[in-house]
């Protein structure tokens, strides 16, 4: 199935697509280093062997034309920086919104469907009626904004078309708040998802169940010993149980664990721990792993534990992603993650090779969606079109 990916940066949700059977008929991104990683890692995105045209450049300016009517699906990340709740805010207010593109090509090229991600910061309550107003865009994209009209004016409008019942809304269109860590992601990240399918497909889709909790990650800790076990970890240097944990824990030691149904929460030991010492030059020898010093501890950047999923790895908005990228070690002092480290964290392969220096990849990685996360979304939205042929 042919898709387009657009504002593809790193590529993450662009390599999901692939690994879901999503044939890219072109990816698009504006910044050179991250078509840079695109191109160097191109074979992550031909599934089928096919080769894709990558557009270096402003979104707006790519000529969609040729796909129209020809696209399966839309998939991609607009910016995320006017509604992260690291950045200035302005939601849509900032020019660096992407949105009205995103509509505009759903309404140039009418797939079959779309799939668009952001930051949970899209949902705060500041941004609620232009949140509205994306949903309704996305639902209605032949209804475009006529040139005397401001936004406030075209959303009433499309909720003037949507409330009256007299007109079937073009795509149905699903939202929800996803914690990546749920899906077997080593990283506490939460992103909202926008899916919309072809109303006339008459299409039945809901999201895809969790597949890991945290509360079996507690049991595999705390009742079983499983984790430390496979870890090799000696009761001696076992931590105890957080305080403000043991109520929970004894609730689960208490649970029946037949008919367990998910897997514990990935954590950062389980997916760095087989790499070498970063700090032992001698013994590196995948690509991006390299040690970066000047990590310290300050106010709001504390870096992750290594026995929980990292916290959500950032992009920053000033250089170094704010000193948050940083993994605290057994012994409570801290180094940056490596590149590498990062990239498994996003569940980017080892033989992904990122482009860039040091600040300029973490931003890269830092601005990602985790591919395992994008695999899964997007693998439900493929089997729901493919059984429309079934």
């Known amino acids: 199935m042919s898709s387009i990916e657009l504002f593809a940066g790193a590529g993450g949700l662009a390599m999901g697509m692939a690994r879901a059977g999503f044939q890219h008929s072109a990816v698009v991104e504006w910044d050179d280093d991250a078509c840079q990683t695109i191109r160097e890692n191109r074979t992550h995105y031909d599934s089928h062997g096919e080769d894709f045209v990558l557009f270096e450049g402003d979104a707006r300016k790519f000529d969609l034309t040729p796909y129209a009517g020809d696209v399966e699906v839309i998939s991609g990340g607009p910016p995320c920086q006017p509604f992260s709740l690291g950045g200035k805010h302005r939601g849509n207010l900032d020019e660096r919104d992407m949105f009205p593109t995103a509509v505009q090509a759903v309404n140039k090229t009418m797939p079959r469907a779309f799939i668009f991600e952001n930051v949970k910061g899209l949902l705060r309550q500041s941004f609620a009626s232009y949140f509205e107003y994306t949903y309704l865009q996305l639902s209605y994209p032949e209804v475009v904004k006529r040139k005397s009209e401001t936004w406030e004016s075209h959303l009433a409008r499309l909720e003037g078309i949507h409330s009256s019942g007299k007109r079937k809304p073009t795509y149905n269109v699903l939202f929800r708040l996803l914690n990546a860590a749920d899906y077997g992601v080593p990283q506490k990240r939460e992103r909202v998802f926008l899916v919309g399918f072809r109303s006339d497909l008459g299409i039945e889709w809901s999201f895809p169940e969790p597949t890991h909790s945290g509360d079996e990650l507690l049991r595999s800790k705390w009742v079983t010993g499983?984790?430390?076990?496979?870890?090799?970890?000696?009761?001696?240097?076992?931590?105890?149980?957080?305080?403000?944990?043991?109520?929970?824990?004894?609730?689960?030691?208490?649970?029946?664990?037949?008919?367990?149904?998910?897997?514990?929460?990935?954590?950062?030991?389980?997916?760095?721990?087989?790499?070498?010492d970063p700090e032992e030059p001698s013994l590196l020898t995948l690509p991006n792993h390299?040690?970066?010093?000047?990590?310290?501890?300050?106010?709001?950047?504390?870096?992750?534990?290594?026995?929980?999923?990292?916290?959500?790895?950032?992009?920053?908005?000033?250089?170094?992603?704010?000193?948050?990228?940083?993994?605290?070690?057994?012994?409570?002092?801290?180094?940056?993650?490596?590149?590498?480290?990062?990239?498994?964290?996003?569940?980017?392969?080892?033989?992904?090779?990122?482009?860039?220096?040091?600040?300029?990849?973490?931003?890269?990685?830092?601005?990602?969606?985790?591919?395992?996360?994008?695999?899964?979304?997007?693998?439900?939205?493929?089997?729901?079109?493919?059984?429309?042929?079934?």
């Open 290 to 390: 390299v040690f970066t010093p000047g990590a310290r501890v300050y106010k709001g950047h504390t870096g992750s534990p290594y026995d929980e999923p990292s916290k959500t790895l950032k992009a920053g908005a000033h250089g170094v992603p704010g000193g948050e990228n940083m993994l605290v070690r057994d012994d409570g002092s801290v180094r940056y993650f490596t590149v590498r480290e990062a990239a498994r964290l996003q569940t980017f392969p080892d033989d992904y090779i990122f482009h860039g220096a040091w600040g300029e990849t973490m931003r890269q990685l830092g601005n990602a969606v985790p591919v395992r996360l994008a695999e899964v979304v997007a693998r439900s939205v493929s089997e729901a079109l493919n059984g429309l042929s079934m």
């Open 226 to 276: 499983e984790y430390w076990e496979r870890h090799r970890i000696a009761k001696k240097h076992r931590p105890a149980p957080p305080e403000k944990m043991k109520k929970r824990i004894s609730r689960l030691a208490s649970d029946d664990l037949q008919g367990l149904r998910q897997e514990p929460w990935m954590t950062v030991r389980d997916a760095i721990s087989d790499l070498p």
